[in-house]
């Protein structure tokens, strides 16, 4: 029972969108979004600043978005987005995205001596 379609994207402001589809089976309550740079979060992230979004009100099947930040730009994010069921089972699809900075100014090559 895991999301579907899970994709994620750069977004203006640095920032990093997510979409997925969630389960179609009766027994699904919500997600849980899980974010990490350097390397995919573990389920011992739940209820850690590393938990940055839960959503219990998009319906089975229906189209979810969550988009997360500022974030630092240049680093790769890895997410877990973990759906759950009424006994409270998880079950987690993991994806990587980087998020890019605005650019304020081009610095240019040095002058020459």
Known sequence: MKVRGLTAAPAPGGRIALS??????????GVRVLRAPGTFPTLDDLG?????FQDAQTPL???????????????VYYYAVVAYNLTGQQ???FISATALTPSFGF???PRPS
């Open 61 to 75: 099947g229906g189209h979810a978005v969550f988009v997360d930040g500022p974030l630092q730009g240049e680093v």
């Open 91 to 93: 079950f987690p699809a």
């Open 48 to 52: 850690t600043a590393r938990e940055v």
């Open 20 to 29: 997925w589809n969630n389960p179609v089976e009766s027994t699904f309550r």
């Open 107 to 109: 610095h240019g090559l």
